[in-house]
Each structure stands twice: as structure tokens, then as C-alpha cells.
């Protein structure tokens, strides 16, 4: 069983920062990309960042510049540092972990944790 747990979210003025963090526990194997989505409403989750084993990122557009993606291998544990917030970040964030056993990946969710931008 892996768990997830997700924390950092709340309500913040356009402008600030905030930083999400999502550590992975339990039967925990060979953890391979971590990423974070988010589901504005209304709208379908979207992909905001990656980052892998090597510690190459990517980012989507509407995040790109603003947010950093880390991750803590020994705490197994990913975080987003997320800058110059816009209402238009306001979202459920979900952290997804790839697990690698043999030749597959193993994908794990987080339970979401909300972010609200006011402007």
C-alpha cells in the first residue's frame, strides 16, 4: 500500500507564493517521475509539471517561469514552489508518482489539496 499525502494548499493573494509538498509512504519502491496536476472547475486536469529521477523539469505553459519543481528523493517527497500566483492558478493540485517495478510504471495519486488565488 503507498499513501500520499499532500499539504501547502490555501488561500492566497495574486502576487504571492505558495509551496505545495507531497510526501509518498508505505511499501515505497523504485519512484520514478513525480508530477503535479491541476483541476480548475470546470475544467480537465492538466499536467503542470514533471520532474525525474535526473532531475530534468518540465512545465506547462501557463505555469513556465512561475513555478519550480523539486523533489527530495531521500523523503520521497515532491514539491512545487509556486510564484507570482494568478487567479487563474486557483485549482485542486494533485501530485502523481511513477512507480517502477520491472518494465512498468506504477501510478499513484495524491488526494488533492485546493489552492485559491484572490485577486
Known amino acids: 500500500q503507498v499513501q500520499l499525502v499532500e499539504s501547502g494548499g490555501g488561500l492566497v493573494q495574486a502576487g504571492g507564493s505558495l509551496r505545495l509538498s507531497c510526501a509518498a509512504s508505505?511499501?515505497?519502491?523504485?519512484?520514478?517521475?513525480m508530477e503535479w496536476y491541476r483541476q480548475a472547475p470546470g475544467k480537465q486536469r492538466e499536467l503542470a509539471a514533471t520532474?525525474?529521477?535526473?532531475?530534468?523539469?518540465t512545465y506547462a505553459d501557463s505555469v513556465k517561469g512561475r513555478f519550480t519543481i523539486s523533489r527530495d528523493s531521500a523523503k520521497n517527497t515532491v514539491y512545487p514552489q509556486m510564484n507570482s500566483l494568478k487567479p487563474e492558478d486557483t485549482a485542486v493540485y494533485y501530485c502523481?508518482?511513477?512507480?517502477?517495478?520491472?518494465?512498468?510504471?506504477?501510478?499513484?495519486w495524491g488526494q488533492g489539496t485546493q489552492v485559491t488565488v484572490a485577486s
Open positions: 520532474i525525474t529521477t535526473a532531475g530534468s523539469t
Open positions: 508505505g511499501s515505497i519502491f523504485s519512484i520514478n517521475t
Open positions: 502523481k508518482i511513477l512507480m517502477r517495478r520491472g518494465l512498468l510504471d506504477f501510478p499513484y
